[in-house]
């Protein structure tokens, strides 16, 4: 078992590095009253960052960035989210969200994000249209 030395974690880690150093930078403009605190945060969060993350980065995070950047998951074609996640006009996105992972279209990973993004966009409506929906199929059930 070899060890891992700090230039080993460094180099891991150098996205995570660069993107606190980015910070530290504009912030201490910031709060310095810099005036070239705002184009030290737009350059090294637009350049540093993805560059670092492009030269560093393993195969995962590459695909992250670049899913964050064009709004898509690797492997999946650019066919509008909404259109997607409702393939039966009676599934909600939840269902066709599971059912999707379920049937393998989604790795783990790509499930979780789209679960949190979900969650995030979801509205008070929706999950009481949601639990209405879940205590019927059950009163149905029932019977």
């Known amino acids: 078992?070899?060890?891992e030395t700090p230039i080993d974690r460094a180099r891991e880690n150098a996205t995570g590095i660069v993107s606190m150093l980015v910070t530290g930078i504009w912030m201490i403009g910031l709060?310095?009253?810099q005036e070239?605190?705002?184009p030290a945060l737009i350059v090294g969060y637009a350049v540093f960052v993805p560059l670092t993350a492009t030269l560093f980065g393993d195969e995962e995070d590459r695909e992250e960035w670049a899913d964050d950047v064009t709004g898509t998951v690797?492997?999946?074609t650019t066919r509008d989210e909404s259109e997607r996640e409702a393939d039966?006009?009676?599934e909600i996105p939840l269902e066709a969200l599971r059912?999707?992972?379920a049937e393998g279209e989604l790795t783990d990973e790509q499930f979780e994000r789209k679960l949190d993004r979900l969650l995030e966009t979801e509205t008070l409506e929706?999950?009481?249209e949601y639990r209405e929906r879940a205590s019927q199929e059950r009163e149905r059930e029932l019977e």
């Open 31 to 33: 709060f310095t009253g």
């Open 74 to 76: 690797s492997g999946e």
């Open 88 to 90: 039966s006009p009676n």
């Open 1 to 3: 078992m070899s060890e």
């Open 126 to 128: 929706d999950v009481e």
């Open 36 to 38: 070239w605190w705002l």
């Open 99 to 101: 059912r999707r992972y």
